[in-house]
């Protein structure tokens, strides 16, 4: 045998040799290496041992997760036997726990598959795994910063439970109510003073926070629903999901498009306005949106649905069973009318389902929606029609604000005369917000975590309801 034939075999052995020992985890020699850490430090040593979790050496033991994507690619591939394509899958798995990983990790498992094409299964399933792991980690944030929501809404202040505090009764007089000045001033009513409530009321229950397969199957129970009245009725309309609604409609597509981008953008505005974590849908599953092109279709579905008939007029409701929310309309000839009648609509399903199923009084019930109405769009109805129907009746002098804060809806006063409720519901969440837009929102938050209207309302303004009705005839007797 020749000496260079003898060289070869001693060459292969060697190979062999070395294949085996990295294979394993020991490295033999141990291998010199100088990098720098994603942290910014420089790690210099040599490697003894290794595997794909990390390397250990004189410089101790550095974790793969401590390099960057490019570092630790190049590295495992001078440790790893690069003839086996099971390697290049384990390679693989590595790099997707890297920030910044991905593209190398999809080229180790081409890499794997060059070397034996038996391992495409074991390959999808790692690619599976790896979409699961990082949709769970997407799923575990969400339902934290939920929860952390809801507590902030529900769970803050928790009601305890104590001697109920003093109240003005119907008719009776309030000290500190504001008086009329000579010449006919009257003052605004006092800012709020931070303060305890106590009460015995109990505390709201949350809403549930979902997984992603409840939401998920929460979204095909509302377009079930959906599915099955248009079906009773007849009836097939277009279909838009957006990211909070899905909005049925028998209207040209593009038209319903355009409808969902809007009620996206309502969405938005009110989430802002209580400051919602970014993204976060409140609904269950999403909210279902039935649009009719005809008064006609419109009541045909309510009948189907919920077997009702919309009193006259009435060209949109918002129904909220359970934790669902529903809100149908027809779009009537008026354009702006039918957009703050589907704005108001659905500014009803969002406060639904924002912290608990606590329902606000009729006025702040009403009015919000009319605010978030006349906020969501230019042209809204709300400034035009209700703002000037408030004032007058204001400005009339006979009338008392204080007896539209007692309307509700379970005795039937509401919505009073001319429904006027609604012009003076708008007027006073108006006016509050103007005051104290942050006292606003946990005012709400109050009444959500179980308060009442009322004992919220001295919290967070430091008035009684005498004193806001007063406030409120102050701010629009002379000023719009």
């Known amino acids: 045998m020749s000496r260079f034939a003898q060289f070869l075999i001693l060459l292969a052995f060697a190979a062999i040799s070395w294949t085996s020992a990295h294979a394993q985890g020991v490295v033999e020699p141990p291998l010199p290496w100088k990098v720098k850490l994603i942290t910014g430090e420089t790690l210099k040593g040599t490697i003894s041992k290794w595997d794909f979790a990390g390397v250990d050496g004189s410089f101790g033991h550095a974790a793969w997760t401590s390099f960057k994507p490019d570092d630790a690619n190049r590295m495992c591939k001078k440790l790893m036997d690069w003839r086996e394509g099971s390697q290049y899958i384990q390679l693989a ?13 999809e080229a180790a498992l081409r890499d794997a598959m060059k070397r034996d094409q038996k391992l495409d299964p074991e390959i999808q399933k790692l690619r599976a795994e790896v979409a699961e792991h990082r949709r769970k980690i997407i799923e575990d944030r969400r339902i934290a910063a ?68 409840q939401r998920a199957e929460a979204l095909t129970d509302m377009k079930a629903d959906a599915d099955l009245w248009l079906k009773q009725v007849n009836l097939r309309y277009s279909v838009v999901e957006a990211k909070y609604w899905v909005v049925y409609a028998d209207l040209p597509i ?40 005809t008064e006609p279709h419109y009541r045909a579905i309510e009948m ?9 007029g009435a060209i949109g ?36 389902r924002y912290g608990s199923p606590s329902r606000l009084p009729s006025w702040a ?3 919000y929606a009319e605010y978030v109405a006349a906020e969501s769009f230019p042209n809204s109805t709300t400034k035009g029609d209700r703002k000037p129907q408030g004032l007058q009746w204001i400005r009339s002098g006979t009338n008392d604000v204080q007896n ?53 309302l001295q ?3 430091g008035w009684s309801a005498a004193q806001l009705a007063q406030a409120v005839k102050v701010r629009y007797r002379a000023r719009d």
């Not at 798995?93 to 990790?105: H, P, Q, S, T, V």
């Not at 609509?345 to 406060?351: K, N, Q, R, V």
């Open 254 to 293: 593009d038209e319903t498009k355009d409808l969902a981008r809007r009620m996206d953008d309502m969405y938005q505005t009110v989430a802002q306005m209580f400051a919602l974590p970014e993204g976060l849908n409140i609904f269950h599953g999403k909210a279902v949106v039935i649009i009719s092109a």
């Open 93 to 105: 798995r590595m790099l997707f726990a890297l920030d910044g990983g991905d593209k190398l990790a």
């Open 317 to 352: 409701l918002c129904h909220m069973v359970g934790p669902k929310v529903v809100v149908t309309a027809y779009k009537s000839d008026d354009a702006n009318r039918f957009m703050a009648t589907l704005v108001h609509e659905a500014s009803h399903g969002f406060m639904h």
């Open 365 to 367: 019930d009403e009015g």
């Open 459 to 461: 919290k967070r303004f």
């Open 304 to 312: 189907a649905a919920f077997n009702s008939m919309p009193p006259p």
């Open 146 to 213: 939920e929860k952390d929501f809801q507590a902030k809404v529900v769970g803050a202040d928790a009601a305890v439970k104590k001697d109920p505090a003093p109240r003005a009764q119907p008719g009776s007089v309030v000290p500190d109510a504001p008086r009329a000045q000579p010449g006919g001033v009257v003052p605004d009513a006092p800012h709020a003073q931070p303060g305890s409530v106590a009460t015995d009321a109990p505390r709201a229950q949350p809403w549930s926070v979902a997984t992603d397969a």
């Open 404 to 456: 539209v804060l007692r309307m509700n809806y379970e005795d039937g006063s509401w919505p009073g005369p001319d429904a006027i409720g609604y012009a003076i519901g708008y007027l006073t969440v108006d006016y509050l917000v103007q005051t104290n837009r942050q006292g606003f929102g946990e005012w709400v938050k109050d009444v959500k975590a179980g308060l009442s209207w009322e004992e919220a």
